[in-house]
């Protein structure tokens, strides 16, 4: 199924009205001051989920690189592919000669991270083919990109624990957090050979593209024991520090030199999930599971919630509160935190193929340990005919940018707090 996540608002609530009973007047009405509204919380939930089998992840603000192993959810591992560009045309190395190259380094700087910081072996590729940059090419989360066979990190530095709590510290100066990955200093030699003898593969970004492709990089942890690892969050595309550097010595002076990512840079995120035995597994073969627990995820799941009861509200009725409260399963200070917001889209009618946001967004409760939803105007237009009772789906805000996941209680769960919703409204 696929789930369109557009920016557009639905128009909830018009002027005009097509039912039988047109209502004459009910849209001067203020539904905040109307009194003595009725309220009822007796309508019966069907929560259960739904998989998202493609979510665009091209240059997205953020890319995501590393893996976990989720207890409940299995294993996610996320890939990086991105192109690189010149900072100036025709650079001079000088004679390949006099160079003595220190070091080469891919750095990316953090910008957060979900799951547990512990040790991943880090493995970076060369593109085979182009990324290509044009708004009408999709890349989704299962993209991917032939690559070159060598692995370019150097020998004994894939294995890094990330930090993208600390400042590192570079040519003894402190900066922002960064992994920083040290690669083979002879693919750093390919690009001053490359230089010196075929200049014009450096005249323009172009010719430097269509030489160097881009980079795939990616983690290799198979051992990755259940409750270990994490999701690394980096922007590639905003900032300078993340760039692939050749830090040399020409004649014996200190030199370095860039291979920039910037927003001129086509990148995207691959995202793989191992689902097997788990208990998402099991509710999406059965999905009556889903009274008990449901469950969302970013770039995988969507959480599903039904209300057949909205169907037999009057058609007479301006609707003052319509809250939605979905309870999660979640300690303080487990290391998989819900987001701060969710989202909710609804297709506008059965027939439609695509879900349309609803302009909602939940906020969670770290001290109700749920998400509280204001559903007034959806109901609202439930009520006068402009939408159909199709349900709402609800995703984690950074669907296809963050590795956040969200167990949710159902309506039969065993704990004590269970989704619910409250409506309160007046007759005309």
């Known amino acids: 199924m696929k789930v369109l996540s557009a920016l557009l608002l639905l128009l909830l609530v018009s002027a005009a009205c097509t039912k039988k009973n047109p209502g004459l007047g009910k849209d001067i009405i203020d539904p905040d001051v109307l009194l003595n509204g009725i309220t009822t919380d007796t309508f019966e939930l069907y929560t259960y989920s739904i998989v998202q089998d493609s979510t665009e992840t091209k240059n997205a603000s953020n890319v995501l690189l590393g893996s976990y192993v989720d207890p409940k959810f299995g294993k ?6 991105t192109e690189f560009r010149l900072p100036g045309l025709n650079p001079n190395f000088g004679d390949p000669a006099l160079i003595t190259i220190d070091s080469f380094v891919l750095a990316l700087e953090y910008v957060g991270y979900y799951g547990e910081l512990s040790a991943q072996n880090f493995e970076v590729y060369s593109l085979a083919d182009s990324i290509q940059n044009a708004s009408a090419v999709k890349y989704y989360q299962f993209s991917s990109i032939p690559t070159n066979s060598t692995n370019w990190v150097a020998a004994g530095q ?39 003898t075929n200049p014009s593969t450096f005249a323009t970004n172009a010719a430097f593209q269509e030489y160097f492709k881009g980079l795939y990089i990616t983690t290799n942890n198979p051992t990755q024991a259940s409750g270990k ?28 030199y860039d291979f ?27 999905t009556t599971l889903g009274q008990k627990t449901f469950y969302a995820q970013a770039n995988k799941l969507r959480a599903m919630v039904k209300i057949p009861g909205l169907d037999q509200l009057p058609d007479n009725i301006v609707i003052h509160r319509a809250d ?82 969200i167990v949710f209680n159902g309506t039969q769960t065993n704990n004590k707090k269970k989704p619910k919703l409250v409506i309160t409204y007046t007759t005309y």
């Open 76 to 81: 996610v591992s996320a890939s990086i592919f």
């Open 158 to 196: 894939g294995t890094i624990t990330p930090d993208p709590i600390n400042d590192a510290v570079v040519a003894g100066a402190e900066v922002d957090p960064q992994l920083r990955i040290h690669l083979d200093t002879n693919r750093a030699w390919d690009f001053i050979y490359q230089s010196n």
């Open 229 to 256: 690892g994490a999701i690394l969050y980096f922007d590639i595309n905003n900032n300078a520090a993340s760039k692939m550097t050749i830090y040399f010595k020409q004649a014996g002076v200190s030199k370095t």
């Open 260 to 286: 920039t990512i910037n927003t001129n840079c086509a990148d995207f995120t691959h995202v793989d999930h191992d689902q097997s035995n788990t208990p998402v597994a099991a509710l999406l073969a059965d």
């Open 324 to 405: 939605l409260s979905l309870p999660v399963q979640f300690q303080t200070g487990y290391r998989y935190k819900p987001g701060s917001r969710v989202t909710a889209a609804s297709k506008l009618a059965a027939s439609d193929i695509y879900y349309t946001s609803l302009g909602i967004a939940g906020l969670y409760s770290d001290v109700n340990k749920q998400y509280d939803l204001d559903l007034r105007a959806y109901v609202q237009s439930l009520v006068n005919g402009k939408l159909e009772n199709t349900g709402i789906v609800v995703s984690p805000l950074f669907f296809r940018n963050s590795a956040e996941r």
